[in-house]
């Protein structure tokens, strides 16, 4: 099995990094095709194994899968640069670009005899740490292609196929999610700063916090408000905190920050 990525920026990267620390391929069978060779050469400093070009054609030839992480932009002038070099249908099409529809895609790659087997994916970041949501759907996959990517971005995280009409609420709620979530965290820092711990170990409590609420979550499969339950004693301080977050307007915020981003 062989990887290649074309546009090795924040996703790029990220995705090359995160696969590279994987049980799903070996690092030394991913490459990584930028236009210049800064970011090229950064990956490499992370993990020498990577094969790196700034020659998309040299990348895909041999490839098994591959996964375009460029703006979308720039996507069209990919594809006519790569086209007709792919060994089609052999080679799965991975795109992470926001917003390039599978429609799009398929008139991008198909030809009068060949239609591939193309998805439409979106990680976040975390795939660099093997810790991303990954939301994907298939367009004229088999089911053994479709496995295949699941084990992908299952190797890096945790994966869901849905239907592509959720995309962009997908995307608010797991890639723009990544920031929402941070700025939470910023924020509690902040409050934890004027409370008066170090700035350092102020981020410490709220990362490792953070973390252990979305671990709690996930192992009981609990909805958010029974484990509040457990946190809230009658007439105590957490449903103090809470009602005053409220009174601000946290989740109306929250969900109305959610909506914009669709
Ligand atoms: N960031 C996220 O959280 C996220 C999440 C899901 C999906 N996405 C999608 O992922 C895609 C990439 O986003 P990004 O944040 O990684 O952008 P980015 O950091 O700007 O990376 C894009 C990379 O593509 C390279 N590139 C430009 N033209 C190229 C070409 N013709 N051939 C090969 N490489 C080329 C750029 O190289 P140079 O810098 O050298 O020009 C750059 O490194 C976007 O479509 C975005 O919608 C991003």
Not at 65 to 83: C, F, G, Q, T, Y
Not at 155 to 162: D, E, H, Q, Y
Not at 178 to 192: D, H, K, L, Q
Request: net charge negative; charged share 20%; proline share 4%.
């Amino acid at each position: 099995m062989k990887i290649a990525i074309i546009g090795g920026g924040n996703m790029g990267g990220a995705i090359a990094l995160g696969l590279a620390q994987s049980n799903f391929i070996s690092p030394s069978d991913i490459t990584v095709s930028n236009r210049g060779t800064e970011k090229l050469n950064a990956l490499k400093s992370s993990n020498p194994s990577i094969h790196t070009t700034t020659d998309n054609k040299a990348a895909v030839e041999g490839a098994d899968i591959i996964i375009l992480a460029v703006k979308p932009w720039v996507l069209d002038s990919v594809a006519i640069d790569i086209r007709n070099t792919l060994d089609l249908p052999k080679q799965i099409i991975v795109s992470v670009v926001a917003g390039a529809t599978l429609e799009r895609l398929a008139g991008l790659f198909s030809s009068a005899d060949t239609i591939p087997a193309i998805f439409r994916a979106i990680p976040n970041t975390a795939i660099a740490v093997r810790q991303s949501m990954t939301l994907f759907t298939p367009y004229n996959a088999v089911p053994e292609q479709v496995d295949c990517i699941r084990a992908l971005f299952d190797s890096v995280g945790k994966s869901l196929l849905i239907e592509e009409n959720l995309m962009t609420a997908g995307t608010a709620l797991c890639s723009c999610g990544t920031a929402f979530a941070m700025r939470y965290i910023r924020a509690a820092v902040e409050g934890g700063v004027e409370m008066g711990f170090y700035p350092k170990d102020a981020a410490l409590l709220v990362e490792q916090t953070v973390k252990g609420a979305a671990e709690l979550l996930l192992h009981s499969g609990n909805h958010p408000e029974v484990e509040i339950d457990k946190v809230t004693t009658p007439g105590g301080i957490t449903i103090k905190g809470l009602n005053e977050m409220e009174a601000a307007g946290f989740s109306s915020a929250v969900i109305r920050g959610l909506k914009v981003s669709k």
